[in-house]
């Protein structure tokens, strides 16, 4: 009995001392990039670039498309009005389309082409626009480089850099 309590602890202690060890590395991966600690597979499979930007550009199977900071692909809503300086999409539907927002005026981008700007949601915050329209995460892309949303109800399309709306088959679900 007593060799099997050694044992068992000796394969405690040991197991402690590994997880400690890939904790450190964790640690000394996700250093380099300031990004939240919430989800260090969401920071790591990001490019290093997307913590210092509000957006920025990432390649998926329907090419190159926009991604906010934790690099979730972003959308457009075909029944958004251009610079209408307004969304359609409140109450249930931003529950499932979150806006893209900003803490600034001037968000900050990394290959972005298109016009970038912001407009006032009903709770006060700034949702990020490009060329005009406002952007939205979709609740259930829930990685980077999901594009579960794409084409979703023949509305909401990937954003291309140029700030386009991404039509096109390729990444469609």
């Known amino acids: 009995m007593k060799k099997h309590l ?4 000796s394969a405690f202690a040991l197991a402690a001392l590994l997880s400690g060890c890939g904790g450190a590395s964790t640690t ?3 250093s380099a ?27 998926s199977t ?5 991604v906010g900071s934790k690099g979730l692909s972003v959308y457009s809503f075909t029944k958004d009005t251009k610079d209408s300086g307004t969304s359609t999409c409140t ?7 979150p806006p893209v ?4 005026a001037t968000p900050t981008v990394d290959g972005v082409t298109g016009k970038v700007g912001t407009i006032p949601t009903a709770d006060g915050k700034l ?4 060329n005009g329209m406002p952007i939205y995460y979709y609740s259930k892309d829930q990685a980077a ?15 291309a850099p140029s700030g386009e709306m991404i039509k096109s088959a390729a990444g469609g679900y």
């Open 6 to 9: 050694s044992l068992g602890l």
């Open 28 to 30: 000394t991966s996700t």
């Open 33 to 59: 990039a300031p990004a939240p600690s919430s989800s260090s597979a969401a920071a790591s499979s990001a490019p290093a670039s997307t913590s210092a930007a509000d957006l920025t550009v990432a390649q």
């Open 62 to 66: 329907a090419g190159a498309i926009v």
């Open 91 to 97: 109450a249930g539907c931003a529950t499932t389309w």
């Open 101 to 104: 927002t900003s803490t600034s």
């Open 127 to 130: 949702q990020v626009t490009i």
């Open 145 to 159: 480089g999901d594009i579960t949303g794409q084409g979703v109800g023949g509305a909401w399309y990937l954003v």
